[in-house]
């Protein structure tokens, strides 16, 4: 019923950008709350954005603050996470996960998650 597929990964060099989508279905994206989560090779998960019906609130990690966006589209039910000035410690696998909408959406506990899309960020 409820899914997420996330999209717009690729090798970029350092300085460079990148767009992802998370599409969600089976939901409305108002009533929910998005999280972007990522994990790098042999480290934990990290969290590194979230937002709150579609846009009533958004937070960022320290590590990402200043240089990623995250933004929501309700006509096509899809969230994105714009990436600027990319650094290789952004390397990882990223993903998006769906949380119903409540409080801060730093502290939700996000039961739905798509598949991941990788991000390589190299010379």
């Known amino acids: 019923q409820l899914q997420l597929v996330e999209s717009g990964g690729g090798l970029v060099q350092p300085g460079g950008s990148l767009r992802l989508s998370c599409a969600a279905s089976?939901?409305?994206?108002?009533?929910?709350?998005i999280g972007w989560f990522r994990q790098a090779p042999g480290k934990e998960r990290e969290w590194v954005s979230c937002?709150?019906?579609?846009?009533?609130?958004?937070k960022y990690a320290d590590s990402v603050k200043g240089r990623f966006t995250i933004s929501g589209d309700g006509a096509k039910n899809t969230v994105y996470l714009q990436m600027n000035s990319l650094k290789p410690e952004d390397t990882a696998v990223y993903y998006c996960?769906?949380?119903?909408?409540?409080?801060?959406?730093?502290?939700?506990?996000?039961?739905?998650w798509g598949q991941g899309t990788q991000v390589t960020v190299s010379s």
């Open positions: 996960a769906a949380s119903r909408a409540g409080g801060l959406c730093r502290f939700l506990g996000y039961k739905y």
């Open positions: 089976g939901f409305t994206l108002d009533l929910y709350a």
């Open positions: 937002i709150n019906n579609n846009g009533i609130s958004t």
